[in-house]
């Protein structure tokens, strides 16, 4: 465990992770806002293909996060940390909600991936210090729980982000505990598993790949949360004007 957390800060793997994830959630938000905004109709909630798409995006994120809690508390909880990053996670997820409640009144995310880390952040300490297997057995039941723990009493908006809700929200992202938080724990798994071998520790943190796309992605991943929240304002700019001088020339003709 001391090894990997010496080699922690120079791994480039989950930056190349998160990287990967922003550049995906870039697609995703585009074509949500090209259907939006009428420039397509891209089924984005009922195709199995989109669905799967945010997904995958969602937990690459979520997984990232898990791996990154072993980083940060292998060897014991560091709080001063652990404080300064919630309180970055959750301010930004607080502007989210408010921004959101401006532009969706009707849809506003008062649980997205933003909240979802930053309740992952206290709820993965635990885990971080038990058994592997302990954690695998709750991350499957975390993630099935809601086909057998659905409850109307769960429907009421104040425990929304629960999870085990029986119908579905208005919000435009909703990343609730369950089951999205056993993706967490399955990371804190990979995580512990690297750290448990030195070898398998050394291999990734010493992995250097090469190439202007490398530093590209890299570079998304190392600032993943300021451009989650500057992107959707750009896109929204650019596609409204767009939108604006559509509508001009419209009515022109």
């Known amino acids: 465990m001391t090894e990997f ?30 259907t939006f905004f009428r420039f397509a109709e ?10 799967a798409f945010r997904t995958a995006i969602v937990g690459i994120f979520l997984g990232a996060a898990g791996v990154s809690h072993v980083l940060s508390h292998g ?30 009144p009707d849809g506003f995310i008062f649980f997205g991936i933003l909240h979802h880390l930053a309740a992952a952040a206290i709820l ?11 954690s695998g057995i709750v991350a499957i039941g975390i993630i099935a729980a809601p086909a057998f723990l659905a409850h109307p009493v769960f429907d009421a908006p104040l425990l929304l982000w ?7 929200t208005n919000s435009v992202d909703y990343v609730p505990i369950f089951p999205w938080f056993g993706i967490v724990l399955f990371g804190v798994i990979v995580g512990r598993w690297l ?18 796309a490398v530093v590209a992605v890299r ?23 767009a939108s604006y001088v559509r ?4 009515g022109v003709a």
């Open 42 to 51: 891209i089924p984005l909630f009922t195709d199995p293909g989109w669905l």
């Open 162 to 168: 629960i999870g085990l809700l029986t119908g579905t």
């Open 247 to 250: 509508t001009v020339f419209a």
């Open 124 to 134: 993965a300490i635990p885990f971080v210090m038990l058994p592997s297997w302990v």
């Open 195 to 212: 750290a448990q071998n030195g070898t398998r520790a050394e291999a990734v943190s010493e992995w250097r790949p090469q190439g202007r």
């Open 219 to 241: 570079w998304l991943g190392r600032n993943s949360l300021a451009l989650y929240l500057i992107h959707q304002p750009v896109f929204f700019a650019l596609l409204y004007s």
């Open 75 to 104: 060897e014991g909880l560091r709080i001063r940390p652990l404080l300064r990053r919630l309180a970055v996670v959750a301010g930004a997820a607080a502007l989210i909600t408010g921004a959101t409640a401006l532009v969706f």
């Open 5 to 34: 957390e010496r080699r922690a800060h120079r791994m480039i793997a989950i930056d190349l992770l998160r990287g990967c994830g922003i550049a995906l959630m870039f697609v995703y938000h585009f074509s949500w806002d090209l």
